[in-house]
């Protein structure tokens, strides 16, 4: 009985396999949603030599897209993984220039051994990435067990990921997929043999490998300042980006008495304090008291897996109607009054005929500038809800509803916990 596990492309060439089980931490890029059930022709994809009555696969499949933002999130970017390249590439070629150095070495070692040397000498990401594109076009098979073939082959071009972290080769490899294009990582064979238990789940599997091995594998943690604050990211993500829903964590405080930026601070030092070994990302309103309390924040010394920012500007808060002691204006309320009900959508924020307006309250001294609050917040955050249950019970919906500001912060999220090189430990 065979023992092993072996992830695909869309036409059957394979990525990556594992034996006698399959690695927790590659396992922990799919859900329990990707799972897949695939018998007759569309399990022989996959294992052409089997018998079509009996072939099957079990396992998950997701998109080249998915996985990359996945990847991105836990850590194994393209900037991480470009990095780690250029590194292998460097050990790669003196290791080549020992071999055609040796004594005993033929000519014809010598010049093909020369012929790599110049090809990873001169190398990029971008001619990586290239090269390997073009190769797969041409229907090349991408085994990474090819030291005896072209180096210029896709094979030969992912041969420096062999023995590495296989999470790592296959974010390389994404990068040179179309977006479109699925991986199915078959596990027939490893749930057959008792390998892995069915059913199974991918995250309760990787964390509890992460545990295991004190790796801290976590999933970020977004702070925010408010109940509604968290309330409408997790809409965000789980309507936008609902592939990402179980690889980040954001906790309401539900018993939190006190709410806005100084609580947020107080979070933000007790986790510092408490040595939480997830990423953390706190998001501050965009307003005057926000900038305040971050000034002050500025001076805590927090650990490197800590982060701190604010909501990002927005084109819409460049003019937008307010109401003061001197009367309605149009302003840039960036850095005095946005908050989260800001990036609602025009859709949201209109009230007939204009925008809700912003009130300007009190003076913010040491920043010199005055706090504003949306009116009518309460009906604003109806209006949202609303807009929520319409596309969740429709999809579509979202086509006609405006989710630019959301889509804005959900990629400012993004861009803010995805690692930048030299962040990740090589394995």
């Known amino acids: 009985m065979s023992n092993y596990a072996a992830a695909y492309l869309d036409d059957g060439r394979p990525v990556c396999w594992f034996r006698n089980g399959v690695d927790e931490f590659f396992l922990m890029l799919f859900t329990e949603d990707d799972w897949i059930e695939l018998t007759g022709q ?23 897209e998915v996985l990359r933002d996945r990847l991105d999130l836990v850590g194994v970017s393209r900037a991480v993984v470009a990095a780690e390249l250029a590194i292998m590439a460097k050990e790669h070629c003196e290791h080549l220039r020992f071999l055609a150095q040796a004594e005993s070495a033929s000519e014809e070692l010598r010049r093909g051994t020369q ?102 594998l976590l999933p970020p943690i977004v702070l925010m300042e408010g109940r509604f604050d968290v309330e409408v990211l997790a809409a965000a993500i789980k309507l936008r980006r609902p592939h990402l829903v179980r690889y980040l964590r954001l906790p309401d405080f539900a018993q939190r008495a006190e709410g806005g930026a100084a609580a947020l601070r107080q979070t933000v030092r007790a986790f510092a304090a408490a040595g939480i070994p997830n990423r953390v990302l706190a998001i501050f309103d965009n307003d005057a008291a926000a900038r305040d309390v971050l000034r002050a924040l500025s001076g805590d010394d927090l650990p490197p897996n800590i982060r701190v920012t604010r909501l990002p500007e927005l084109d819409l808060a460049r003019t937008y109607p307010t109401v003061g002691a001197q009367g309605r204006h149009l302003m840039d309320v960036n850095g005095l009054a946005v908050s989260i009900e800001l990036f609602l959508g025009a859709d949201v924020l209109s009230d007939g005929a204009s925008l809700v307006p912003v009130r300007w309250g009190g003076h913010v001294r040491s920043v010199a500038a005055y706090q504003g609050e949306l009116i009518a917040k309460s009906g604003v955050q109806d209006r949202f809800r609303r807009k929520v249950e319409a596309a969740t019970s429709c999809p579509q919906w979202m086509d006609s509803q405006d989710w630019s500001a959301l889509d804005l912060l959900l990629d400012h999220i993004t861009s803010m916990l995805t690692p930048a090189v030299g962040t990740a430990p090589r394995k």
């Open 115 to 216: 012929e790599q040397i110049e090809y990873w000498a001169g190398w990029s990401w971008e001619t990586w990435v290239e090269d390997l594109s073009r190769r797969l076009q041409q229907g090349e098979g991408v085994s990474r067990l090819a030291r005896r073939e072209d180096h210029r082959s896709a094979s030969g071009l992912m041969t420096l990921w062999e023995d590495h972290d296989p999470r790592y080769g296959l974010r390389a490899l994404l990068d040179a997929l179309p977006v479109t294009a699925t991986i199915t990582l078959d596990l027939s064979d490893v749930l057959e043999s008792g390998w892995l238990e069915p059913p199974t789940d991918p995250q309760s599997v990787g964390r509890q490998a992460a545990v295991d091995s004190s790796e801290g």
């Open 42 to 64: 569309a399990a022989a994809v996959y294992l052409p030599d089997e018998e079509l009555d009996d072939v099957q696969v079990l396992g998950f499949r997701t998109t080249a």
